[in-house]
């Protein structure tokens, strides 16, 4: 599959164990946030989003936190399993009625066994 | 429900040909917007359509240009191919709510290599 990124900052966390991806964004004013997983030759996929007015949202296995005095994200994964291992992108939406996403570097989960 | 469909997977040109993708996005979704993946650059917003009008464009210069069908469907173009346009370019779809609040389901992406 492609190489997302030949340079991204990785993350190395034991099967098991909970992981935690950070991110900062880039706009003060963006006001809508979601967390992708993109695996090799795959495009990104939906895991979470969360709107300004929370700082906190739950699926399942995964939490999504937000500081928006930091402009600070975060993406919790709980039990972390061999199929995590993958990039995770956060994306911003600058505002409703912008209609564009601005995406972050990414970050490279590696699960351990 | 299929996902979105982006065709054809792999493409292999040379500099200076011109290139057209073509997006198929969910059904019922109405947004369609376009990104560049490189190694180098990350994910970059290219274009966004929503029945059949641009509405928002990223800094990629005039070789790069899209549409939007009455179906949804989505085609980009780049013209005169150069060597750094060889990237995975994705298109996402969305079903615009209210508030402007949209999740974007990814294709697969086409991979395109210049020569």
């Known amino acids: 599959g492609e190489s997302v990124g030949l340079h991204l900052p990785t993350l190395s966390v034991q099967e098991g164990d909970n992981s935690i991806i950070n991110c900062a964004y880039s706009?003060?004013?963006?006001?809508?946030f979601i967390w992708y997983k993109q695996e090799s030759g795959k495009g990104p996929q939906f895991i979470i989003d969360?709107?300004?007015?929370?700082d906190k949202r739950q699926g399942q296995r995964v939490t999504v936190l937000l500081n928006k005095t930091v402009k600070h994200l975060s993406l919790q994964i709980a039990a972390t399993q061999p199929g995590d291992s993958a990039v995770y992108f956060c994306a911003e939406m600058g505002g409703s009625g912008t209609y564009k996403y601005i995406f972050g570097t990414g970050t490279r989960l590696k699960v351990l066994a | 429900k299929a996902g979105v469909t982006q065709t054809p997977r792999y493409l292999i040109k040379t500099r200076g040909q011109q290139v057209t993708l073509s997006c198929s996005p969910i059904?019922?979704?109405?947004?369609v917007s376009w990104y560049q993946q490189t190694p180098g650059q990350g994910l970059q917003f290219l274009f966004e359509?929503?029945?059949?009008?641009?509405?928002n464009k990223g800094n990629f210069p005039g070789r790069f240009s899209g549409r939007q069908f009455s179906n949804s469907r989505s085609e980009m173009n780049v013209s005169t191919l150069e060597l750094g346009d060889s990237a995975l370019y994705l298109c996402a779809s969305s079903l615009v709510r209210s508030g402007g609040y949209n999740e974007q389901f990814f294709g697969p992406g086409t991979r395109l290599t210049v020569l």
């Open positions: 969360i709107r300004s007015n929370m």
């Open positions: 359509y929503f029945s059949e009008t641009q509405r």
């Open positions: 059904s019922g979704h109405r947004s």
């Open positions: 706009n003060s004013a963006s006001d809508y």
